[in-house]
């Protein structure tokens, strides 16, 4: 099956400070990636659709200038939690998607547990 | 916004029982799909619905697509304690970009 990685798979930061995630699709080429947060016991959250060579669509109340998001390739975006404070701490998971057989098929990255003391 | 009712929201059993799982919404969908997710990890795809009416099979997983395109629901035969995670469906309401809208999940706990 198609693999995405992430990386890093946890970091830890402290606040005031920048932190950047990386997706990357390892054996496809990715029509999109999506960006999620999850909070314990809770569901994924989707925070914004990325393509490759345009601009990220942010969902409501996901601040852009906050989560920036790089899509520089078919195969790679990068999330940037800027002036991360420990609210932003959570689970962030990344999806990439292909249209296969009239389709799209995605699959998920093992996700970025992001601590900021 | 879209959302997915899914239920129950835990389960705790006993290894080789059956268990089943659904999720119900008021908007229509083109796809359906289950993921699991493991403690620390991202979810895993376990099964994918592209036509209403559509059964599909996955080892001991059964999920069906519902007639109405509003519904679905994924069955586990005889329980085995790694079946213990939290189980999410997934919706997908346009063919252009994929998104996906993500059911509250179902934690299961099974008991050897």
């Known amino acids: 099956g198609a693999v995405v990685s992430q990386h890093p798979s946890w970091v830890i930061c402290k606040s005031g400070t920048s932190v950047k995630i990386e997706c990357r699709s390892l054996d496809f080429q990715a029509t999109t990636m999506f960006w999620y947060r999850q909070f314990p016991k809770q569901s994924l959250m989707l925070m914004a659709t990325s393509n490759e060579g345009s601009k990220a669509t942010y969902e409501q109340g996901v601040e852009k200038d906050k989560f920036l998001i790089n899509h520089a390739s078919l195969t790679l975006s990068t999330l940037t939690v800027t002036s991360a404070h420990p609210e932003d701490s959570s689970f962030y998971i990344c999806?990439?998607?292909?249209?296969?057989?009239?389709?799209?098929?995605?699959?998920f990255g093992p996700g970025t547990r992001l601590t900021v003391t | 916004g879209q959302q997915l009712n899914q239920s129950p929201q835990s389960m705790f059993i006993q290894e080789g029982e059956d268990v089943s799982m659904n999720c119900t919404s008021s908007s229509i969908f083109n796809t359906w799909l289950w993921y699991k997710q493991d403690p620390g990890e991202g979810p895993v795809l376990l099964i994918a619905?592209?036509?209403?009416?559509e059964l599909t099979s996955n080892g001991r997983l059964t999920a069906q697509f519902g007639i109405t395109r509003k519904d679905s629901f994924l069955n586990i035969s005889a329980s085995i304690p790694s079946d213990v995670g939290i189980y999410f469906c997934?919706?997908?309401?346009?063919?252009?970009?994929?998104?996906?809208?993500f059911g509250q999940g179902t934690t299961l706990q099974v008991k050897p």
């Open positions: 619905l592209y036509k209403a009416g």
């Open positions: 999806s990439a998607t292909f249209f296969s057989g009239g389709s799209y098929e995605q699959y």
């Open positions: 997934a919706g997908q309401l346009t063919s252009n970009t994929g998104k996906l809208i």
